[in-house]
């Protein structure tokens, strides 16, 4: 976690280990983190997050992103500027920074599965 003009960057893993599961993931933002401001999501398979992958996103039982939401949306390619690869949520006050996250993983033809990981990039203000 960094400080750089009162921005924290957050990075938190989630292990995909079986076929069609739903996994969810619970963390606590940085205590210092009042307003959540974009979103970034990565793994060590990307094929496998853009094929098969959706979630559900909340922060402090705030709904980000709904159920069956397709995870592709959440992605962003070398081609994009670094400054420019986080999807911005507006300013979301953290209020208990609890994040939770649903990923489901389910079949699709263009891919086979293997275990993976996926990882969630929160960025955040401090005051």
């Known amino acids: 976690m960094s400080y750089k ?11 995909v280990s079986t076929a069609n599961s739903t996994i969810k993931g619970e963390w606590e933002l940085d205590k210092n983190a009042n307003i959540l401001f974009g979103v ?8 496998l997050i853009y094929y098969r992958g959706t979630q559900k996103m909340q922060v402090n039982d705030q709904e980000l992103f ?4 397709e995870t592709k949306l959440l992605m962003s390619g070398l ?7 986080m999807v911005k949520v507006g300013n979301v006050e953290t209020g208990n920074n609890r994040v939770e996250v649903w990923y ?24």
């Open 5 to 15: 003009h009162n921005i924290l960057k957050e990075r938190f893993d989630l292990e």
């Open 40 to 47: 970034a999501v990565t793994s060590d398979n990307e094929e």
């Open 66 to 69: 709904p159920e069956e939401f």
């Open 79 to 85: 081609s994009v500027a670094p400054n420019q690869r």
């Open 104 to 127: 489901k993983d389910q079949d699709h033809p263009k891919t086979r599965f293997v275990p993976y990981r996926i990882t969630f990039y929160f960025f955040s203000k401090v005051k």
